[in-house]
């Protein structure tokens, strides 16, 4: 089993930034691909970011730019740099991990964007 810890959310100002932060522990392969997906009120769930543990990332068109994702793979850690932060990127944003065609999700962490 995994277990993803997410931290780093919270509310800031339109064209601020914020970090994510997002541990994996339990039975965590050195081959994963680990990423942040996120869902806004009233709207399905959908990709940020991912970046696999041999440094391959995918980034929804819309981040791309603004977002950076990078990996911790000694802490089996993976992060979300966001800038330029804007009222619509406000949302609940989920840790993912997937290994051995098995997806594993955090709780979520509250982001939200307004002044």
């Known amino acids: 089993q995994v277990r993803l810890v997410e931290s780093g959310g919270g509310l800031v100002q339109p064209g601020g930034s914020l970090r994510l932060s997002c541990a994996a522990s339990?039975?965590?392969?050195?081959?994963?691909?680990m990423g942040w997906y996120r869902q806004a009120p009233g709207k399905e769930r959908e990709l940020v970011a991912t970046?696999?543990?041999?440094?391959?990332?995918n980034y929804a068109e819309s981040m791309k730019g603004r977002f950076t994702i990078s990996r911790d793979n000694a802490k089996n850690t993976v992060y979300l740099e966001m800038t330029i932060l804007k009222p619509e990127d406000t949302a609940v944003y989920y840790c993912?991990?997937?290994?051995?065609?098995?997806?594993?999700w955090g709780q979520g962490t509250q982001v939200t964007v307004s002044s």
């Open positions: 993912h991990l997937r290994q051995y065609s098995i997806d594993y």
């Open positions: 339990g039975s965590v392969s050195r081959f994963n691909t």
């Open positions: 970046r696999t543990s041999g440094g391959t990332t």
